[in-house]
């Protein structure tokens, strides 16, 4: 064993455990991504035969998991022809009878198995033309049957390892041998406080029972002591980049609030704050006038009242002596949010200046002067601009609005430039999973706006299909009728662009020819127009001049014009939930009575159905977050590869979110009694965390 907690043993390559060899070894390299003892230790398995309990033939239907029969092998046949091509048996007990199949490693099966003796048979059983059938199945001489008593697991392995006869129990057989190796050990990394505090056994106990559990106690108690590590582990890392970030970074002391910010909300401000956005402001500005510089996210659904909330700390960076920037993720959020800005910072005597791809290079001059010499405070523009190679005078916000696209690392990154460091305020609309926002935005504080401006109407969700489609139709002529406008949105669809603006255009004419000009002005918006026709579309919009805008999901984020009040979904069933819930977002912001009408077919996959479903129920987006989450599940969800949620082998943050919330607690206990893990008892846990970075994107900033 070495100095840091870890053990060589475990870095041997897998090649020279018993057993194994080079060839097997550069299959479990390929396959499973097992290099060494270690990576097969962390091979676990995922799920357990109870060998105590045997199935009988007759009572199975194609709905038991992995279980296990016992009978007699019948003659071992050649049917199909090619591809097709397989082995099949019939298979006995004293209840009845079974097929036997196998397409792969058929040269091992003639070799091996022999008609009329005893077997166990491993599988998962199905059913198909009322005969019950196991693929692949695992099977077992009777003889052997003592020494797998108990819980035996169960691993994957892939078809190209099966067909190598490298199976669930050869696996099972490698990591035995390992476990019983007279060098094994698995040194313990987590304090002995934090194992009595929550029940934990030992790591080495963990790591043996994982693989050998006695009982179904004992396999228990090592997987939650496995899950609580890798758990722990994540939020250390996390907590320890936010934590380094408060320590080491400086940001501008906000020491007042002055003339520009009491002017705006005596003077400009049309509204009165929400309980929530003040509360949200005290929030924020409690990090800025410290002197310490801000990491913080702001939580709130659409329509929510972001924005203002935004503007009115740009107002106290002002008065602080300080520029600050707004980074939109589109031109046109970029040019929403300088239209709605720049008149009302004039009136305070602020200068804005907007810097998109489109701004032409005479003005993109007189920005970038502008901004060295300070004349303007305020920069409202695209990422990529504002972080590239802008110069500012003295930069003491960024605003980052709609960003969901940046695991910790990337931010990590990001931030670490200087020792100065504007704030930072990242503000998504895409409500997340508290589970989740511990992870992913785990490194940032979070403020979250809980509560809506008054006078807001809820919008009215439905579900409509093809045959109602006329009725929709008329339904929206007498919104526009009563003058309102509308928004009909499609779907992307994936590799597959060309189909896309097909189901575009096609539906941009079904609307043309119902909707007649010049009474009705429909126009059409997506991602492959110009930026200034895109703007110029955008801005008749909200003029009120055109009443129905058909687009693909360019309207998705930020969008506001108020007196839209319909918002069609057309293949309602192919959208991501969070998705829809964003474009429902996109009506309902004025006083008026606002609809989402979910288009879909007829037919419609579970999971299209429960999203349609959770739409018609709710219209909170938090809640939806959380559906979204158990729905889909983290992978899918943008940006969790690079928060390390991807890595987790055996935790989930879905379905182990209470371990994850006492995990985080417990991380940020121990880094805020030993903030540098200088404590004996912190130095297993501290070496381990320095030498195992799992990915790149952690081993770079740790
Ligand atoms: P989002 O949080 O989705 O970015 P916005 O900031 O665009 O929401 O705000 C949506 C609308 O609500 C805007 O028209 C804004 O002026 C208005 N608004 C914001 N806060 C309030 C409030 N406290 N009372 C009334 N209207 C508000
Ligand atoms: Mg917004």
New binding site residues.
Partial sequence: MNHSGRNDFLDTPVEYLKGVGPMRAELLKNELQIYTFEDLLYHFPFRYIDRSVWHKIQDLDGNQPYIQIKGILGKIEQTGKDKGKRLTALFKDESGYCDLVWFQGQKWVKENLKAGKEYIVFGKPNLFKNQISFVHPEMETTDQEKKHQGFQPVYNVTERLKTKNITSRTIHQFISSLINHPNFEVPEILPKSLLDAHKLIGRKAAFTNIHIPKDNQSRISAENRIKFEELFLLQMRIVRIKNRNKRTLKGIRFAVVGEYFNKYYKDVL?????DA?KKVIKEIRQDTQTGRQMNRLLQ???????????LLNMLIAADNGTQSSLMAPTEILASQHFN?MHTEMEKVGLQCALLTGSTKSAERKRIHEGLENGTIQILIGTHALIEDKVKMKRQGLVII??QHRFGVAQRARMWDKSEEVPHILV?T?TPIPRTLAMTFYGDLDVSV?DEM???RVPIITAHRNEARRMEVFQFIQTEIDKGRQVYVVFPLIEDSEKLEYKNLNDGFELLSNFFKRPKYQVEIIHGRMKAHEKEMIMTRFKKGEIHILVSTTVIEV?I?V?NATVMLIENAESFGLSQLHQLR?RVG?GGDQSYCILMSGQKLSYNGRERIKAMLSTNDGFKLAELDLKLRGPGDIEGTKQSGIADLKIASIVDDEEMLKVARFQAEQILSEDPLLQHASNQPLVNYLNQKSPGKDWSRIS
């Fill in positions: 049309s509204f009165e704050l929400t956005q709130g659904d659409v329509g929510s009242g972001k924005s203002v909330v935004a709605n609005d709609e503000m609309a706006i401006p008054l006078g930020g506001n108020p977002g912001r």
